[in-house]
Every structure is written in structure tokens, then in C-alpha cells.
DNA sequence: CGCTTGTTGCAAGCTGTTCGCAACTAGCGG
DNA sequence: CCGCTAGTTGCGAACAGCTTGCAACAAGCG
């Protein structure tokens, strides 16, 4: 189902903004603070105003096709496409490179917390600072 | 060590400000928001600016004495005393409540990212957004 | 092809945080 | 106990990120 069709079928058109930022995120493959999208998006059509980019970002949220991560760096939150999986970030202060991770860990800690805590998590968001491997510690 | 001695021996001065937050944060235990902790100073003392209070926060930051944790929760950065425990942070999308916990699966996390990663993790932020205990699900 | 209703661009507005600057004061040295 | 000086403050303006009210506009159903 096409991005189009999606939208529709949930009572919602596509729009020019709407069809340039879908190709941003696919195309960029996510990590992106909405100023960069709405940056791209500009390129592509000077038109397309910033809130129509967040608008769109809300909307595309709340189908459930990308998800909005704060990874705290810089006070600017970031979006990627939503895929099932559960993943994490890495987040390197040297090279400044945040790096998307899945793993069985988001997993584990879901089930820890409901189990030694009664905690029933929605969302878990994991994400470390420090250096990656190709910037080995100084 | 007090606060007072503690400020002086790396070249600072204890002020009022200084002073107020610091009760703030000692008293209140973490999970503040600058706002909040600018509020409780005020209440105590109207004369203190808000910008005293942010620059006040860096400083206890750089010297290590609190830790900024961004929750994500509404854009607003949250401040806790920096202990050297590891901890997590649970949310409530119901209650609104923001928990605090120390348990090994922080620990457990940097193990992880470090063996299959290579990944020396600095800091770890672990936030879920969730139902608490209390609130169980509708 | 026309109408209805979801969308848009714009501009103003809001929250959280930072900064420049002149006035002020903590606390060291006498 | 006092004076000096460099670290701090309060203030207001500025800034970044994001949201919103509104009138003009257009997607796409029939």
C-alpha cells in the first residue's frame, strides 16, 4: 500500500508536503531533527512551509508510520521511519554520529521492567553517549 | 564537603543563588525540571533570576555534582543529583509520574554495547514510557 | 465538473534556554 | 576590620524549536 492509499484510507489526502516528506524519510532512512526535513523538503519545493512539515510529521506519528526519538543531543528531537523492531541508539561525542541499533536488549529490558517492577512499557527509549568504535578513546 | 568549600576549592563563590539551588535539589531529590527548581527558588527568594538558576544548574553540572537527564516527556530538561549509581528512568504516560530506579540492567546494558558493539558508553539513557503499577492498563 | 472538507502558508505566539552588559558582592590579602 | 578585584547577578532581549488561528486553497468523492 502506497503512502497515498495509506492516507486515504484514513480520511486524510496526499499532499505535495505531505508526498516530499514521505520521500525524505525514506530516502534519508531516518535520524533526522524536523529542521533537517523541513531543509530537504525546501530544497525540493521552496513552497512547502515548516509547519506543514511538522503537521505532517504529527500525522505521520500518529499513523504510526515514523516515530519521534529525543536523543537529547541537541535539544531537537529527531524522526525515522517506525518499523516493529525494537532498536536503540548510539550516540558517539566524538564523531557525532548517531548509529540505529536492534538488538535483543530492548527486549530484555522490557521484560525486566514488567516483571521486577510492574511496569508495563509502551515505549523504550535507550540511548548511550560515548565513543563508537572507530573513535577509539583517546 | 560542603556545597560552600566545595565551589570555593575550584575557584567559585557560594552565592544566594547558589545557595537555593542547591537546597532545592538536595531537598526535592531529582526529577525537576528548571522550571520547578526555579519556581522553589523564587518561593524562597523572589530576587533570583531564572537565568541565575539555568547558569547555576550548568555550573553543579560541570562539576558533577547533578546530572541533566533529558525524559523527552515535554521538551523540558530534567535534573537530578548525580550519584554513581546507574539508573533508569520509568514514565507514566497516566499519572505523569517520572520514577527513578537503580538496577543492574544498566550495567548489564553498557556490558552488552561494549562486547558487541565496541561501544564505550559514557553515559546510558534508558527511559520508558509506559503504565505504572499504580495505573494499571484501562 | 463542482462541492465539501481536509490542508496549506503565513505570521504571531509560546516555552525553554542562552547571552551581553552594567551593577554588585564574596571573600582573599592586608 | 577593610578595600579591591574578579567572579556573579539581574535584567531584558534574543534565540531555537515547535504550535496555532485563520482565511485562502485544492484533493478527490459523487
Redesign the pocket.
Known amino acids: 500500500m502506497d503512502i497515498?492509499e495509506l492516507?486515504?484510507s484514513h480520511?486524510?489526502?496526499?499532499?505535495?508536503?505531505?508526498r516530499l516528506v514521505w520521500d525524505v524519510l525514506a530516502s534519508a532512512g531516518g535520524h533526522l531533527?524536523?529542521?533537517e526535513i523541513a531543509g530537504r523538503v525546501h530544497l525540493a519545493n521552496p513552497?512547502?512551509?515548516?509547519?506543514?512539515v511538522?503537521?505532517?510529521l504529527?500525522l505521520f506519528a500518529d499513523l504510526d508510520l515514523i516515530r519521534e526519538s529525543n536523543l537529547g543531543v541537541?535539544?531537537?528531537?529527531r524522526w525515522e521511519p517506525a518499523h516493529p523492531d525494537e532498536h536503540f541508539h548510539l550516540v558517539c561525542e566524538a564523531c557525532g554520529d548517531v548509529s540505529h541499533h536492534v538488538g535483543e536488549i530492548v527486549a530484555a529490558t522490557r521484560a525486566h521492567l514488567s516483571t521486577h517492577h510492574g511496569f508495563d512499557a509502551r515505549s523504550i527509549e535507550l540511548v548511550a553517549t560515548g565513543r563508537c568504535d572507530a573513535c577509539a578513546p583517546a
Open positions: 497515498g492516507l486515504r480520511g486524510h489526502r496526499l499532499t505535495e508536503p505531505r531533527t524536523a529542521g513552497d512547502v512551509n515548516v509547519s506543514s511538522y503537521r505532517t504529527g541537541d535539544g531537537a528531537a
